[in-house]
């Protein structure tokens, strides 16, 4: 059984990926600020003995034992100057935090980003259904 940390975990991605790692026998840390996740997202699993859910923007520190790390963190299709700029602090504090947690751990670690990274996009806010291209 790993301990696996998932920030962004109450996102769309991320909400799906800590019922997948629950379902696989693993204690999971759901780490989110609720910018655009949702308690909603991750409301069944609330009350899990393997499922801890913390509100807390990476941008800060954050310190914990973990095995694995999957930083799912980041804003998508941000239109105000708000968003952006704390997209660029979750994108370079946050991806900062989590590599050092990981290496304070010797963990792995799965690093996502915002598909702001490929440039403008069609549309905004970009749309994120499954199998929509």
């Not at 520190?61 to 790390?69: A, L, Q, R, Y």
């Not at 010797?106 to 259904?129: C, F, M, N, W």
Request: hydrophobic fraction near 40%; charged fraction near 20%; glycine fraction near 8%.
């Amino acid at each position: 059984m790993k301990r696996i940390l998932v920030t962004g975990g109450a996102g769309f991605i991320g909400s799906h990926l800590c019922t997948r790692l629950i379902e696989e026998g693993n204690i999971v840390i759901c780490l989110d600020n609720f910018f655009t996740g949702s308690k909603e997202n991750i409301s069944y699993l609330i009350g899990h003995p393997r499922f801890e859910l913390i509100e807390h923007d990476i941008i800060n520190p954050f310190w914990t034992d973990v095995d694995e790390i999957y930083n799912l963190a980041c804003p998508a299709s941000p239109i105000i100057i708000s968003m952006m700029l704390s997209n660029a602090k979750t994108a370079v504090f946050g991806t900062f935090n989590m590599l050092g947690l990981a290496k304070r751990n010797k963990a792995k670690i799965l690093q996502a980003s915002t598909s702001e990274v490929y440039g403008d996009p069609l549309s905004h806010p970009q749309r994120r259904e499954i199998g929509e291209m």
